[in-house]
């Protein structure tokens, strides 16, 4: 209610000497630990939000930013320590990266500090454990990254995170959730592209019996990868066509699998033209056609091979692009709309007819309740005309 009133009145009823003491009292409630986790985290996100005295011109009010009266003495009650929920953990990070500044030196002291600030969350991702300490840590990244993209910073962000999955390919989807939400703050980032193409070449330099264990985790970056132009398609079909020709993925036939490596050719097929993928390409989805072990995969892999040899790469990239998004209703738009013409009309899949054109009747019942019988007239036998007319009975 306190705060509440400050946010409404401000400087009506509060002095400097108020907000300093309600400052205080915040500080003291947000790091004990004896208060429940609930507790502290509102005072935490009061912190985030402080009605401050002087706002910032720069800053709309509704955007988190730490009070002015904050000295950097404060700063260390907001170091993560093992003791810290990861939603605590969480938001002290985030609170850190309000008060620390990096610049476009490399080195500087803020970077280093809010780099060193998450040793405790990397503790965990270190020794391989996924949850709530993987996803605590990457968002914690990306809240730095969001804020500090332009400077410094940024770089030894995205070093971290290559030789975290590099580590622990286990991590890849985290990854590729981190790349997806920085590509929307900085879409022309080189950061993105050289930790893609890194990962790319690590990938698929590697031994198959390396790969094979965390198979499902190395086609999740290939298929990120595959998205972006300046990825080489050959070496990622090469990877492809050795690992399902030398290992029993085929003959296993495990969905999953050859659904990532489809998903990789479709992502492909999407980016680069079908000139550059057509004979290395083919010769993959022709492999996965005639060997995979499951009806389904080999069928899709079928369609996308009679797709990039029968049409054009421009129909190509609509009806692989295209389709997703907008469904099966628009994809069915789309192709009626190439294949159709104003002389020559798609005709509509269901017609309405006015007129009958069946009628039941009732037979009677014929001497027998086991045969019927019927008479047939015969107007020519063997193509010569006959002399009269001559009735078959025929029983049937």
């Known amino acids: 209610m306190v705060f509440l009133l400050k946010t409404k009145f401000s400087s009506e009823i509060f002095s400097y000497t108020d907000e300093d003491l309600l400052l205080s009292r915040l500080l003291l409630n947000a790091t004990h630990s004896s208060l429940p986790l609930g507790h502290r985290l509102i005072c935490y996100d009061w912190l985030s939000h402080f009605p401050a005295q002087q706002l910032n011109d720069s800053q709309p009010p509704e955007l988190p930013c730490v009070p002015d009266s904050l000295v950097a003495e404060q700063y260390r009650a907001f170091f993560p320590t093992i003791f810290d929920d990861t939603d605590v953990s969480t938001h002290k990070l985030d609170l850190l990266s309000l008060c620390y500044t990096p610049t476009d030196q490399l080195g500087d002291s803020s970077s280093m500090d809010l780099m060193g600030c998450l040793t405790v969350l990397h503790k965990a991702t270190q020794y391989g454990f996924a949850g709530r300490h993987a996803v605590a840590l990457f968002r914690s990244l990306f809240t730095y990254y969001k804020r500090h993209h332009n400077t410094a910073l940024a770089k030894q962000i995205f070093k971290f995170v290559l030789t975290t999955v590099m580590a622990h390919p286990k991590f890849a989807a985290h990854t590729v959730n981190f790349v997806k939400c920085a ?7 080189p950061h993105i592209v050289d930790l893609l193409q890194q990962l790319t070449e690590q990938t698929v ?12 985790d190395h086609l999740v970056i290939l ?15 090469q990877f492809l066509y050795q690992l399902l020709s030398s290992t029993s993925l085929c003959s296993n036939g495990n969905w999953a699998v050859g659904n990532g490596v489809l998903s990789v050719c479709r992502n492909l097929l999407r980016t680069h033209h079908a000139t550059v993928l057509f004979r290395d390409m083919g010769d993959l989805l022709l492999f996965i056609a005639s060997n995979f072990n499951d009806i389904d995969i080999r069928d899709r892999a079928r369609f996308y091979y009679t797709m990039m040899t029968n049409i054009s790469s421009e129909k190509l990239h609509r009806v692989l692009s295209l389709a997703p998004e907008t469904g099966t209703e628009a994809l069915s738009t789309m192709i009626e709309d190439d294949l159709s013409t104003p002389s020559y009309p798609v005709a509509p899949p269901v017609k309405f007819i006015n007129s009958v054109f069946l009628t039941l009747n009732r037979v009677e019942k014929n001497r027998t309740n086991d045969y019927r019988k019927r008479d047939w007239t015969v107007a020519e036998k063997k193509g010569k005309p006959l ?10």
Do not use: C, D
């Open 183 to 189: 590509a929307k703050v900085t879409p022309n980032s």
């Open 205 to 216: 330099s590697s031994p198959v019996s390396m790969t094979v264990s965390h198979l499902a």
């Open 223 to 237: 298929e990120r990868a595959a998205r972006e132009t300046y990825i080489n398609p050959a070496g990622v079909i």
């Open 387 to 396: 002399k009269g007319t001559q009735k078959l009975e025929m029983i049937f």
